[in-house]
């Protein structure tokens, strides 16, 4: 009997989230499916996968080839992805995004070489915007496609008119000065002294409801706009922050720690264009396709 693609897809944000709780927020699924995702792998391919321990999980090394053979599928259905849309009919048209800092940096600017390869036809235009001024830019008509965040417990209803596809569920990190102590759950925080994010962000939306979870009441002693920022002022020991775990992979770590803490949820980052009987075109589909083979390769850690 083959190996079910499905189970191995979990065992492999396991693997990258670290956990069982932790993989469930980024599948969006509960702890207990996820681990009778990983039961069912284990009884039918009549192996163990996981080391259950007082303080987690790991994987064994079963489980660690497993989870680095979906990686490598993973990688494969990307590249094949690339060789479609090289064979298939030339896709032309004009494609103005706004995006956000984090995932212009990380996702849409590395996506534009590739794009100019497989679709050479498309002329793109990117608006670095935040996620308000990106929604009202292509309800005007002056975007075509732009890419929102949401924090995982509140998301709100694609509004008529609209498409959405979900490009990535990432994890949301604690970061906190090497000096503080790691807590070991949210509960822990209870106390803490937090960075504050902008109003009307996924990250503001995400620590209240973190905070909300602590019994706590939100005490913010700054507040921020660019995760630089906040990284400089947990690392000046100003207090503690929520941030994505894309916002980490190239940034300035010295001086904070980066804390994987269950229950903390996902930033869900999505792709949205107007879906009507002319739209979205093909060349903004080609993006959409695009953006959706960088993100399936990204290592959060």
Do not use: C
């Not at 083959?2 to 469930?24: M, Q, S, T």
């Not at 996981?50 to 994987?59: A, E, K, M, N, Y």
């Not at 896709?91 to 050479?120: C, E, H, K, N, Y």
């Not at 009202?136 to 008119?161: F, I, N, Q, T």
Request: charged share 20%.
């Amino acid at each position: 009997m083959a190996i079910d693609a499905r189970r191995l897809g979990v065992l492999l944000a396991v693997h990258r989230a670290g956990g069982v709780v932790a993989a469930a927020d980024l599948l969006r699924l509960t702890p207990s499916a996820v681990s009778q995702q990983i039961a069912k792998l284990e009884l039918e391919e009549n192996v163990q996968v996981l080391d259950r321990g007082p303080r987690g999980v790991t994987l064994t090394a079963v489980g660690l080839m497993l989870a680095e053979a979906a990686e490598r599928i993973e990688t494969e259905l990307v590249e094949a992805r690339k060789q479609i849309a090289l064979l298939g009919p030339e896709v032309s048209g004009r494609v103005v995004i706004g995006a956000f800092q984090t995932v212009t940096r990380s996702v849409v600017a590395p996506m534009l070489t590739d794009l100019a390869l497989t679709a050479p036809g498309i002329e793109i235009s990117v608006h670095e915007v935040e996620s308000v001024d990106a929604a009202r830019g292509l309800r005007s008509g002056e975007l075509d496609l732009v890419v929102l965040e949401h924090d995982s417990a509140s998301a709100r209803p694609v509004p008529k008119g609209f498409s959405e596809t979900l490009l990535l569920d990432e994890p949301w990190r604690l970061v906190v000065p090497t000096s503080m102590a790691v807590p070991a759950t949210v509960q822990g925080l209870k106390d803490a002294v937090w960075i504050g994010a902008e109003k009307d962000t996924a990250a503001a939306r995400a620590l209240a409801r973190v905070v909300a979870l602590t019994g706590a009441v939100q005490e913010s002693r700054h507040a921020y706009s660019s995760y630089e920022v906040a990284l400089a002022l947990v690392a000046a020991g100003q207090g503690i922050a929520l941030l994505p775990a894309l916002a980490l992979q190239t940034a300035d770590l010295q001086g904070v720690d980066v804390v994987q803490v269950a229950g903390l949820g996902t930033r869900r980052i999505a792709a949205r264009h107007r879906a009507n009987r002319h739209e979205p075109t093909s060349a903004v589909t080609a993006v959409v396709d695009g953006l959706l083979a960088h993100v399936a390769v990204l290592d959060l850690g």
